[in-house]
């Protein structure tokens, strides 16, 4: 059993065996290959800043695992293993991995190896941990259940991750009307403008990068890295995806949410142009959407601005889905969950996040 450094040769063969460990799943969809053949093509923007480098563990000249390794300028204390995928009961494989990104770690003073964040929470943090007899909702992680088990004898830290899902019916907040009048009256909630897009997407990651600054995992984002994002997905988007709450003309909070694509896709399949004339031709097929991201600037805590932009989406949602299912949450963030506890029915799905020390 040997590692190897994937180039441009090998990419195919990379990007091949992904698909491979999904055979025969039907609840597999692939959310993730666009970006990830960008990355080791080095063509997205995301490499410019990082140190890139993938693998693959061949047993007996036959792949059997792969994985990223990366170390990102704003998170250059620690090495992430990204993109992993492996076979079952490949314990010896996952021993090699670990190995050789402790050795990579220390020669590039890392003192931490982070395993579940795809280079930035934008692209997806945590393995899953429960529901894989589900169909994983569009950009949401999903694994076979034995990654959890590979990682967990050697991590020395674990955290725990929780999405909630509930019915539109019951998709309100549950406030006094004299509160939320008051709320109306001090924000406004609009959507997105596609004819300043360049514009819009900064005020996007000008908020997330105030925003979110002190959450774990989160690194500041560049404008030319959201703008990629957004450019990949904006076909499948309207206006009112995303919404920004203002108070004053001044931006201090935004709503990222969409339908789950992944309703119109077949198992292995991604999302494409065939899904985008699906959307278009049968608009009610979909029948949940997700909350991606919610952010408001600190100092606006606790002053009624989360409320102004739930009820603007249920406003906009109202009578058009079944379900709604939220992005992870920190299991320790219990304003965040507590939230969710108020206006969803139930824990959905978990997810787990390992470091371990170099």
Not at 90 to 115: N, S, T
């Amino acid at each position: 059993m040997r590692i190897e450094v994937v180039d441009r040769s090998s990419i195919k063969d990379y990007l091949a065996f992904c698909k491979k460990v999904y055979t025969n799943n039907v609840y597999y969809r692939d959310s993730m290959s666009t970006i990830l053949k960008s990355i080791l093509t080095g063509k997205a923007q995301i490499c410019k800043s990082s140190m890139v480098l993938p693998v693959m563990v061949l047993d007996s000249e036959k792949v059997v695992a792969v994985c990223i390794f990366a170390l990102v300028d704003r998170l250059n204390d620690t090495l992430q293993i990204t993109f992993f995928e492996a076979l079952e009961n490949q314990e010896q494989a996952v021993k090699m991995i670990v190995d050789y990104g402790k050795k990579l770690a220390r020669r590039h003073g890392a003192g931490k190896i982070l395993l579940g964040l795809n280079f930035h929470v934008n692209y997806g943090l945590g393995f899953l941990a429960d529901q894989y007899q589900c169909v994983p909702s569009f950009g949401t992680a999903y694994n076979p259940p034995y990654y959890i088990d590979y990682f967990k004898p050697h991590a020395d830290e674990q955290f725990n991750l929780v999405s909630y899902l509930a019915k539109v019916d019951n998709f309100d907040v549950r406030v006094d009307k004299r509160l939320m009048d008051r709320v109306a009256a001090k924000y406004k909630v609009r959507k997105m403008n596609f004819s300043k897009f360049t514009k819009e997407v900064e005020t996007y990651t000008n908020l997330n990068n105030e925003a979110f600054k002190h959450h774990k995992f989160y690194y500041q984002r560049r404008l030319e890295e959201d703008l990629e994002l957004f450019k990949q997905f904006k076909v499948l988007l309207k206006e009112e995806n995303m919404l920004f709450l203002e108070e004053n003309g001044k931006a201090i909070g935004f709503m990222l949410w969409y339908p789950d694509f992944n309703e119109l896709v077949g198992a292995g399949e991604t999302v494409g142009l065939k899904t985008v004339l699906k959307n278009r031709l049968l608009p009610n097929k979909i029948r949940k959407f997700k909350i991606v991201e919610l952010g408001v600037l600190p100092e606006y805590h606790k002053k009624g601005a989360v409320l102004a932009l739930f009820h603007k989406c249920r406003e906009l949602v109202q009578g058009r889905y079944d379900y709604c299912e939220s992005g992870w949450i920190l299991e320790d963030n219990m304003a965040s969950r507590g939230l969710g506890m108020r206006w969803a029915d139930q824990e959905y799905k978990h997810y787990q996040v390992f470091t371990i020390d170099t």
